[in-house]
Each structure stands twice: as structure tokens, then as C-alpha cells.
């Protein structure tokens, strides 16, 4: 960067003086460079129109304030090519001296000496100073200042052979006209270090969080550098440096206009992160709502964002997943994912950002990624689903494949945030993400598939080899009741006996025909079988159990059968452990829950509160399901049981 293009003269006069910093390399020019120079001065030299030409830039940061005196200033880049400008203005003060030409020579003089100085503060440039005063690029320059013939073996020397023998020639210009051309037609840039170290904070500002916070930030390093250049002119002297201030600033302030160019290329970039963070950490194979949890915990930890939410079709069984920064992540129950695939029932097939605003805000409350026209009742489900979420901002990108939605991600904040670079990253990766999703779900069917036919193999088997015990038991037992008199005793027993034979033949091929079926679902299983369970338990053991439950309840065959398990388990227990002679139990559907209340009225016939116990095989299987079991005494006598499992 370039604060200010000045001609050497303007660069060099004033009371001043550049040091090469120690870890700068010495004098290196050669040749080649030195050619290339005094060609270009010949050239401008001969040519009186010829416009200025520009040597390079050199770039300083202060050495140390004093109060008055000498301004010292570290030359940090560019000490190459000013070297070589003061060893050939000293070789044209030496030669305007030998030509009688002394006004030239005081010229030339205040521009490479502080005249009025004493010790070093009298060079305006001091070059590195090496382990020994042989190979030390001061002291050779010293001794050229001083009109002596360096010493030492540094670069300098052969710099000053070069020119010299140049200058030494018959056909070689005049020295006043060199020196005008030198002085006037060649120009540097000057720039301070501190221009340098504040343009990278504001570039960086403007791509990662805005054109406001970079211009602010621009701003704010003005107003630092006009101060420290009013300072530095006050205490110096120099009323000239208010033009390169103004100029400095203004080219500091307008960073941000020009860093809004790069930020396409940083969405771009910030796109292709995102996609292969998702190639690198999801995997399909592990199924849909696995996958989903991941997908909006990295969406949500890459736009540090408070709530991400996937909201994917509610019809066809998929999850609506959403990740919090303060409850982390979750599946939301089937009411609010209606409710929310309802908000967005107007969200068009394009990004769209939304940030509940003041009635005075500068922009839209709904703006569009394209230009197309937003539906009127957007604005409102949008404000409902931000009031939903907790959030004051949102973004949402449709999942779409070709033209069809298949869902939406929902990005949101709880501050005013809408920064377009993170929506244009969202839309540029919402194609994985659609993609990685869709495989989930594919894997997640075809393992439903197989073991579907699975189900049905094993189904197969079982009718072929396991029911057939049980029929030859049932005729058996039908056999009996035929040759046993309705008046006989043990008539009553047989005819039970023969019930509960059927009762068992009757499930078992129930169980087979779902199996052979490949269904996965339980509803029309769970109730039959657990009144029959009921009815049983009450036959054998005399116990009056006394049940409630719907006529369905909707389920998973998987869960069905682990309910099952838990009822006979509880109705054992009652009867092993208590002195219960009723119990009552109850099922019912509450909240995608399943939920199993059994008590019984073993205190009641005690007399005496039912003692503790832990269920711990009933505990486990409840959390391997995905629900609990609590214990109570609602009467602080018998023994409530509930067990909630999730369906």
C-alpha cells in the first residue's frame, strides 16, 4: 500500500534520518540494478517531457519520539534502492564541487546530511554497521559522505566505482541536469509501517463480519493516525505532514469498500469448509436421526449461531432436529414439528433472511437472496417461528432437489445478525447437506427392508417347526375335555386349561403371521395380548387385576413386545413380593409417550407401608427404550409403579 507518491527531493529534505534496522541485509545491489538505474536517468534526463518516473516504495515506522531535533525513522523496506539515490547525490555533490559548482553542492548537501547536527545525527541515512568496520556498510558510507574513498569491502564501494566512473565520462550529463532529474522526475512511496500492521484488522473486519464493523473499525485507525501525524507535525515542525495524513486516512477509510470485494470468495470459501467438514464427519451408515444430530451441531458450531434446526418432511417419518447452544441437541416432539413445517408452508425455494427489527430500522424485516417478489404472509410466520426458537434473527435455506422441497434448515440468533456471507455459505452447501441426508434415509430403508425380510424368513421357520408342539398340546387337551363329562369336577379345570392353550396357540400365530408380513408396527398387538396376559394371571393366581386401556395404542412392534415383558415382570413381582389381592393397570398414550401405570393394594391388606425395592431389570430396559421408571406412594401406603417410554 501506498500512502503518498513524493519526489525524492520531497522524501529526503527536513530534518531527518532512516536507519536500517540490525536484521536488515547489507548493501546487495550489483550491477545489474545499478544499469538498470542509469539507463532510466539518461533516458529522463534527455527527455524533458518524459513524465516521473516511480522507483519503488520504501517503507518506515517511528524510532522514538524526542521533543525537538532530528526525526529518526526505521527503514524497514526499501533501503536498497535509497541507498543507491544517496551514494549517487553524494558522487554529484563531489563532482559539483570539482566543477566549481558550489550552490549545487549545498543543495545536494542538505539533502543527504542534516547540516546543522552533529555525530551520527548528521547523516539522514545510517546504514547496518557490520561485526567490523572492514565489512560494515556504515562506516564506507560515512567515509562517502565525508568525501573520502571507502575502505571497507562492502557493496558501497563498488556502488561508488560504478557511478563515478559513469559520471567520469565525457559523454555524461551535466551534474545540475542529473540532479534535476533525480530530484524532480523520480518519486517514491512513502509509507508508514503503522498503515501496514492496521490494513490487515480492517480487510479481515469487513470479510468476516461486515462492511459496518470493517468501516468502523477503518474509522476508528484514522482517527489514531491523524492524531499521532498531528502530534508527530507539532512537535517536529513540520506543517507539511497534513496532506499525507489526510490522504493516508482516506485511502485507510475506503479499505472496506474494497475489501467487500474479496467476500465472495470468502462465502466460497467458507462453503467448501462446510462441505467437507460434512464429507469428513457424517456418515450415512449410521442412520437418519443419528446423522441429522451431527448435521446441525456442525452447522450450528460453523455460524456460531444460538439455534439451528432441520425441519424435514413430518408426512413421510422423518425427524425435525434442532440444536441449541444451551440444551444442546434434541428431536422436537411431532406437535411443534407440524407447527413449524406450518411457519414455513410460505418460505419460497430460495434463501430468505428475517430479523425482527424496530419500526425505524434502515432495512427490511424479510429480505430475499434473489430479487424476486416475498409471499405477504412470510413476514408474520417468520416472526412466529423466530418467537418459537428464542431468536430475534433467522435464516432459512430449502432443501431442494430438483425444484421439489424436501425440507429446510433454520439458522438463528438471538441478537440482529443477518450476514450475508453466512446465508451464501448455507446455500452453496445445502446441496450436501440434502445429499448427505437423503443417504441416511436410503440406508436407514434398506435396513427396514431387510429386516422385514428377515422377520418374514424367521416367521416361516417358526410356523414350520416351533407352532407344532403347541398345536398337538392343544389337541390334546381338546381331546381330553371331549372323553371328560360336563358333570365331572376336573371339567372346569380342563375347560380353562383348553382356554389357555388356544389363548397361546391364537398369539403365536399372530406373532408369526406380523413376522411373515415384515410389519414393523405394534398397535394392533399390544392390547390383545396384554388383556390376555391380565386374564391369565388373574385365572392362575387369583388375583383381580383390573386393566385400562384404549382399544389401540400406536407403537413399534419392538416396543410392543418389550411393554409386554415389563407388564408380566410387574404382575410377578406383585405377586412374589407383596400381599396384594388387586392391582390395577394402565395404559395410555401421552405425548409420544407410552405410558404403564400399574398399583397395587399390597399396604392396604399389610396394613403397613409396601417396603422399598429397586427394579433393576425393569429400570434398565425402560433407559435401553429410551424412557424411565419412577416408584411413588400417592397414599403413603401402596405402591404406584409408571413406567414412560417414548414411541
Not at 516511480?54 to 526525526?71: H, K, N, Q
Not at 565525457?170 to 512511496?189: H, I, N, R
Not at 468501516?215 to 501525524?229: M, S
Amino acid at each position: 500500500m501506498e500512502a503518498a507518491e513524493a519526489k525524492v527531493q520531497k522524501v529526503l529534505e527536513g530534518s531527518k534520518q532512516f536507519m536500517v534496522p540490525h536484521y536488515q541485509r547489507p548493501y546487495s545491489w550489483i550491477e545489474k540494478q545499478w544499469e538498470v538505474l542509469w539507463k532510466d536517468l539518461i533516458e529522463l534526463t534527455h527527455e524533458p517531457e518524459a513524465k516521473p518516473h516511480f522507483l519503488g516504495s520504501i517503507v518506515t515506522a517511528p524510532a522514538r519520539s524526542i521533543p525537538e531535533g532530528v526525526e529518526k525513522r526505521l527503514l524497514i523496506d526499501g533501503q536498497q534502492r535509497l541507498t543507491t539515490l544517496m551514494i549517487l547525490l553524494t558522487l554529484l555533490r563531489d563532482r559539483a564541487t570539482a566543477l566549481g559548482n558550489g550552490k549545487l553542492a549545498d543543495r545536494i548537501g542538505d539533502l543527504i546530511t542534516n547540516r546543522h547536527e552533529d555525530g551520527s545525527d548528521r547523516y539522514k541515512l545510517l546504514p547496518t554497521q557490520g561485526e567490523t568496520a572492514s565489512d560494515g556498510d556504515r562506516d564506507a558510507f560515512v567515509a562517502l559522505i565525508q568525501g573520502q574513498t571507502p575502505t571497507s569491502t562492502s557493496g558501497i564501494l563498488a556502488a561508488r566505482n560504478y557511478f563515478r566512473n559513469k559520471l567520469l565520462r565525457t559523454d555524461a550529463p551535466l551534474p545540475e541536469d542529473l540532479f534535476k532529474t533525480v530530484v524532480a522526475k523520480l518519486t517514491m512511496g512513502s509509507t508508514s509501517m503503522m498503515i501496514v500492521t492496521l490494513v490487515h484488522p480492517v480487510v479481515l473486519a469487513t470479510i468476516g463480519y461486515g462492511s459496518r464493523h470493517g468501516v468502523a473499525l477503518g474509522l476508528a485507525a484514522c482517527v489514531g493516525l491523524v492524531t499521532a501525524d498531528a502530534t508527530e507535525s507539532t512537535v517536529s515542525g513540520l506543517g507539511s505532514a497534513w496532506p499525507g495524513a489526510v490522504l493516508t486516512t482516506c485511502a485507510l477509510a475506503l479499505l472496506p469498500a474494497v475489501a467487500l470485494l474479496a467476500r465472495p470468495m470468502s462465502a466460497l470459501r467458507r462453503s467448501m469448509a462446510l462441505v467437507d467438514d460434512f464429507e469428513a464427519s457424517l456418515d450415512p451408515r449410521r442412520g437418519l436421526e443419528a446423522v441429522c444430530a451431527d448435521l446441525v451441531e456442525r452447522v450450528r458450531s460453523r455460524t456460531q449461531a444460538d439455534v439451528v434446526a432441520l425441519v424435514l418432511p413430518s408426512p413421510l417419518g422423518a425427524p425435525a432436529m434442532l440444536a441449541s447452544r444451551t440444551e444442546g441437541c434434541f428431536r422436537v416432539k411431532a406437535d411443534v414439528h407440524s407447527g413449524i413445517e406450518t411457519l414455513l408452508t410460505h418460505a419460497p425455494a430460495y434463501p430468505v433472511s428475517h430479523a425482527d427489527r424496530h419500526r425505524w430500522g434502515l432495512r427490511d424485516v424479510t429480505r430475499a437472496w434473489t430479487a424476486d417478489l416475498l409471499p405477504q404472509k412470510l413476514t408474520g410466520d417468520l416472526k412466529e417461528l423466530a418467537r418459537t426458537l428464542g431468536v430475534r434473527s433467522l435464516h432459512i435455506v430449502p432443501l431442494t432437489r430438483y425444484a421439489r422441497p424436501h425440507g429446510h434448515v433454520v439458522v438463528g440468533y438471538r441478537t440482529q445478525r443477518l450476514s450475508q456471507s453466512d446465508l451464501t455459505a448455507l446455500a452453496n452447501a445445502a446441496p450436501e447437506m440434502l445429499r448427505v441426508v437423503e443417504q441416511a434415509a436410503l440406508v436407514d430403508l434398506l435396513q427396514e427392508e431387510s429386516a422385514g425380510h428377515e422377520r418374514a424368513r424367521i416367521g416361516r421357520d417358526l410356523h414350520d417347526s416351533a407352532i407344532q408342539p403347541y398345536l398337538a398340546l392343544k389337541y390334546a387337551v381338546e381331546s381330553v375335555a371331549l372323553r371328560v363329562s360336563p358333570d365331572n369336577p376336573a371339567r372346569a379345570e380342563i375347560d380353562m386349561l383348553t382356554e389357555l392353550v388356544n389363548g397361546e396357540v391364537a398369539a403365536l400365530r399372530e406373532l408369526i403371521s406380523a413376522l411373515r408380513t415384515g410389519s414393523t408396527h405394534g398397535e394392533s398387538t399390544l392390547v390383545p395380548a396384554v388383556r390376555r396376559q391380565v386374564k391369565r394371571f388373574s385365572t392362575l393366581f387369583g388375583i383381580h387385576v383390573e386393566l385400562d386401556c384404549p382399544a389401540t395404542l400406536p407403537t413399534t412392534r419392538a416396543v410392543a413386545n418389550s411393554l409386554l415383558h415389563m407388564v408380566n415382570e410387574v404382575l410377578n413381582n406383585i405377586r412374589r413380593h407383596t400381599m396384594a389381592r388387586h392391582v390395577s393397570v394402565k395404559l395410555s398414550a401421552e405425548s409420544q409417550n407410552i405410558r404403564l401405570v400399574v398399583r397395587d393394594n399390597g399396604g392396604t391388606v399389610r396394613g403397613l407401608p409396601a417396603e422399598d425395592f429397586n427394579p433393576t431389570s425393569l429400570t434398565e430396559r425402560a433407559a435401553e427404550l429410551g424412557g424411565f421408571l419412577t416408584i411413588s406412594r400417592p397414599d403413603d401406603l401402596n405402591t404406584e409403579l409408571v413406567i414412560q417410554i417414548p414411541f
